[in-house]
C-alpha cells in the first residue's frame, strides 16, 4: 500500500516500490537519487530535462524532505 510521509505529500513510501524507500508520487524515482544527482552537481533543470515526469516541486520537496530527515 502506497502512503503519502506526512508532511510530505509528494513522497511516497511503499515497501512494493524500490524496497520501500522514499519515492516522488509513487514512482520508482527515489529521494536518495534525486539528492544524489544533485549533490554530484546536476542542477534541477538538468533533472528536470533527463526526467520529464519529475516536477520542479518534487524536487524542492525531495531536499526539504531530507534536510527534515537528517
Do not use: N
Not at 24 to 51: F, K
Amino acid at each position: 500500500m502506497t502512503r503519502s510521509v506526512e508532511d510530505f505529500p509528494r513522497i511516497t513510501v511503499d515497501p512494493a516500490v524500490m524496497g520501500g524507500k522514499p519515492c516522488i508520487r509513487g514512482m520508482r524515482v527515489t529521494v536518495g537519487m534525486i539528492l544524489g544527482e544533485l549533490g554530484g552537481g546536476t542542477t534541477i533543470d538538468e533533472l528536470l530535462a533527463g526526467y520529464p515526469y519529475l516536477e520542479r516541486a518534487d524536487i524542492l520537496e525531495a531536499k526539504r524532505y531530507a534536510a527534515q530527515s537528517s
